[in-house]
Structures are given as C-alpha cells and as structure tokens.
C-alpha cells in the first residue's frame, strides 16, 4: 500500500461518517464520507452569498453525478454538481 493510500483510508476512517447514497432506480448503498458543511458559496465578485455541504467520497466506492441523493442524519439531499476529482477521492456539492 503507498503513502498516499494509508492516508486517504486513515482520514475516511477518521472523519467520515457513514451515510446512505442512491442513484435511481438503483437501490441505496451505504458508504463512508467525508462531510464540509458551511462552505461558502462564492458570487460573481467574490462575496460570500451562500453556504452549502460538501461531501467527499473514495473514488473505489462511489463517484458522485448530479441528482444522486445522499441521506444524512436523518436528512436527504441531492446532488447538485461535482466539485472536483482527483482520481481518488471526488467532492460534490449538495442541494439545499
């Protein structure tokens, strides 16, 4: 195992949490992610205009795609774009 797998698998098993994720029709998986609430939502001259939640997943165990539906403590939300992917680990935004 290289470096930076032992670090992605220690930084999931330490802050993640686990959560429900569908992709419809298909029927809902439950995998571990990383959660960044409160990021700010940027506007066109770089004010803040907004926050949202962020989760990120292991490439290995699911990529996101728009309209996936992600439950979290007893709340589901959608997925509104792909943040960003490195190859390993991939970030979306939520709606709401």
Do not use: K
Request: aromatic share 6%; hydrophobic share 45%; no cysteine.
């Amino acid at each position: 195992m290289d470096a930076f797998s032992t670090a992605d698998a220690v930084v999931f098993d330490a802050l993640g949490v686990v959560a429900q994720i569908q992709r419809r029709p298909n029927p809902s998986v439950s995998i571990r992610l990383v959660v960044r609430d409160g990021v700010e939502r940027l506007g066109e001259f770089q004010q803040v205009v907004g926050r949202a939640r962020h989760v990120l997943a292991r490439n290995a165990e699911w990529v996101f795609r728009r309209g996936d539906e992600v439950s979290l403590d007893g709340r589901t939300q959608s997925v509104e774009a792909l943040v960003r992917d490195d190859g390993r680990v991939n970030e979306a935004v939520l709606h709401g």
